[in-house]
């Protein structure tokens, strides 16, 4: 079964590229307006980083879990789990971070 620490790490993984892109966006927008060249750079940056990077840690995380299914590791059904899980909450990571920064009335 999985272990915590697997899950801690799984959210962690997730997370570190969600909060890296939207910090620096946040970070652009209050100090040079969301309309300016940075801001725009800063926006830019974190959807890349959310669909190309993130979508490509999923996809290379689900191929790999699939390996593991298909050589009989015990552990790749959880694996596959883990990643479905992480990619979830990068995939959904501007709807949170939307419900966060309305919830502190950042924006």
Do not use: C, E
């Not at 999985?2 to 620096?24: E, N």
């Not at 060249?37 to 830019?44: A, Q, V």
């Not at 552990?75 to 990619?87: K, P, R």
């Amino acid at each position: 079964m999985i272990s915590r620490k697997q899950w801690a790490k799984t959210v962690f993984q997730a997370l570190a590229i969600v909060v890296l892109a939207q910090v620096s966006q946040v970070m652009a927008d209050i100090s040079y307006g969301s309309d300016s060249d940075i801001g725009n750079f800063f926006g830019n940056s974190a959807t890349f980083l959310i669909k190309t990077v993130g979508g490509g840690m999923s996809v290379f995380g689900l191929i790999w879990a699939g390996g593991k299914i298909i050589w009989g590791n015990h552990d790749g059904l959880s694996h596959a789990l883990l990643v479905l899980v992480g990619g979830i909450l990068i995939f959904m990571a501007p709807s949170i971070i939307g419900t966060l920064m309305s919830w502190t009335n950042v924006h």
